[in-house]
């Protein structure tokens, strides 16, 4: 018995960690048959043993809400479904009963809320009980109406999605390989929960319904999913795809879906199934964990055995080396396959590869390919030494629970692309016309080899202008944009030199102690920059290592000749928040976003930070009664809470 409890709290660890990376991160770290296999062994011990942590993936699902937009509890607790991979199981679920089967999109839940006939809220699905309020985002979102003709308040649910189609279309804008989307769920997360509408409203994230949670329940036919669903559709919205089905029926209808599904232009994860009438629906209640009136269902991989020819590994303009699996061909979901990512070299460990092992291969959510299981596991596959690109060392390292192979040469040709792509990018040089595809034309063509040639590309005037993508009104734009970065500030170049761990807020604390000193920063040790409030052992490490190096620090003395670095000078009394600790959180309304606020907090001389200690001055949130993290540790602490206007009154910023 112990043994199997044991065993459930690993597997509830594990979930746990793959659900937090796929949901709140944007990342994944095990395929979904890796996943759906351990839930279900989950799911199985659970009734064997009668044990149900209170961490379990099988009570709480979904992500939690992140701290950067405001949270709000959703009216009922939106819980997952049930689930299955057996057609049979469904049709014995309707037991009679006439049912609806539909899409089960693969996007964000996302839950609107209409008063007046105009769109008052939108808030994601969150943790199932508290979501984040998107509701500048979903004014954005193509397809949804902002005005309906229904006077009362009306709350459905449906899922924002972000077709294949746009999805090709974004990756094709990032030049680097390692920043591209992994799939269009991924984007639409990220796209949903932006700050800044401006940048979801050129996704084309678009909205289908799949539930009409309250109002408009006097009208006829609002008994009945079908009716809802007939409402909804006349009201403006577009609804998921869906069929009336009966036991005789459900079978044909679901080799329908299974065929649709290939040529489908919306991310699907499977089909869902629920009871037609709602009050019958209603009336078997719920579990613990799901309700009674729906059951999701997940296509059962097919699976196919092969042998795997060779791994290859692509390097990446980060420095970051892919593995990619190699095989033999074979037919999967009408299309035939013979490559796969592997994705990094905990999972390459973690199957046993070697070249000649029989494999098992799958489409995950039948279209992305996966190795599925190693049924050699000889282990035998050599991790690469050097990197494809240049033939330099690699070596492995550990990130986010997981082993990745980099390119340590730092001349290599693709890692000096992504160095100049972040020296020319908006928070340090700011030069624009300068993407990754130009830049690696100038390394290619010997233009630069060092920041201080992006200054001296007027040498190569006559090559440029004749360079697809150039001409002489491109050019002149080109070499404006240069020559107006030359007028900028140490903390931009600092962080434009792509130190280890240096962002652009520990840049601008490293000059503001040094006071704007260069040289006493680069001749500073570990010990005296490990003292510093805020920097560490981890940064202080990483800065002395870069100015350390002889190479670096040519290069820097290189640079600096070509640019005008203003110095700020404090003015008297205007230090007003020397001292203070502030914690900003939530969305704002005086300022274009939070950057905005902390510089001129810390034009005063206080300090953001980015959780609350019981050293914080005060939080700042405009949603000053929330059950946020942040706000529930200010309480506990006894920090106070102040909103925007609240603080800029109170410390003299009006």
Known sequence: MQNKIERIKYLVETLNTAAKAYYAEDREIMSNLEYDALYDELVSLEEETGVTLANSPTVNVGYEAVDELPKERHASPMLSLAKTKERGELQSWLAGHEGVLSWKLDGLTVVLTYQGGKLAKAVTRGNGEIGEVITANARTFRNIPLSIPYAGELVLRGEAVITYADFEKVNAQIADEAAKYKNPRNLCSGSVRQLNSEITAKRSVRFYAFQ????????????????????????????????????????????????????????????????????????????????????????????????????????????????????????????????????????????????????????????????????????????????????????????????????????????????????????????????????????????????????????????????????????????????ASRKTTLPRVIYGLGIANIGAANAKMLCKYFQYDLEAMLSADAETLGAIDGVG??????????????????????????????????????????????????????????????????????????????????????????????????KELGVPILSEDDFLSEYGLT
């Open 212 to 483: 009409l949670v309250s109002g408009s329940e006097d009208l006829p036919g609002m008994d009945t999913v079908l009716g809802r669903f007939d409402f909804l559709q006349k009201l403006g919205f577009e609804v998921v795809e869906h069929y009336a089905v009966t036991n005789d029926t459900i079978l044909e209808r679901i080799n329908y879906f299974e065929k649709a599904i290939e040529t489908y232009e919306v991310p699907s994860d499977g089909l869902v199934l629920t009871y037609n009438d709602i009050h019958y629906g209603i009336s078997l209640g719920r579990t613990a964990k799901t309700p009674r009136h729906s059951i999701a269902f997940k296509w059962k991989d097919e699976l196919k055995e092969t042998t795997l020819l060779e791994m290859e590994w692509s390097a990446s303009r980060t420095g970051l080396i892919n593995p990619v699996a190699i095989f033999e061909p074979v037919e999967l979901e009408g299309t035939t396959v013979s490559r796969a990512s592997v994705h990094n070299v905990s999972i390459v460990k973690g199957l046993k590869l070697g070249i000649g092992d029989r494999i098992t291969v799958y489409k995950a959510n039948m279209i992305i390919p996966q190795i599925a299981e190693n049924l050699t596991c000889s282990d035998t596959l050599v991790i690469p030494a050097v990197c494809p690109v240049c033939g330099g060392p690699t070596q492995i390292r550990s990130a986010n629970e997981a082993q990745s192979l980099y390119c340590t040469n730092e001349a290599c040709p693709a890692k000096q692309i992504k160095s100049f792509s972040q020296f020319v990018s908006r928070d340090a040089m700011n030069i624009d016309g300068l993407s990754e595809a130009p830049l690696e034309k100038f390394v290619d063509m010997g233009f630069l080899t060092e920041f201080a040639d992006l200054y001296k590309l007027d040498r190569y005037r006559d090559r440029i202008v004749t360079m697809e993508g150039f001409g002489e009104k491109s050019y002149q734009n080109l070499m404006d944009s240069i020559e």
């Open 537 to 634: 052992e981890v940064i202080a490490g990483a800065f002395v290592e870069y100015t350390h190096d002889p190479g670096n620090l040519q290069r820097i003395h290189n640079l600096m000749p070509c640019l005008e670095v203003e110095v700020p000078r404090a003015e008297t009394g205007s230090q007003t928040l020397e001292g203070c600790i502030f914690v900003i959180t939530g969305s704002l309304n005086h300022f274009e976003n939070r950057n905005e606020l902390k510089d001129l907090i810390e034009s005063k001389g206080g300090k953001v930070t980015g959780s609350v200690t019981g050293k914080t001055t005060c939080l700042i949130n405009n949603d000053v009664t929330s059950s946020s993290s942040k706000n529930k540790k200010a």
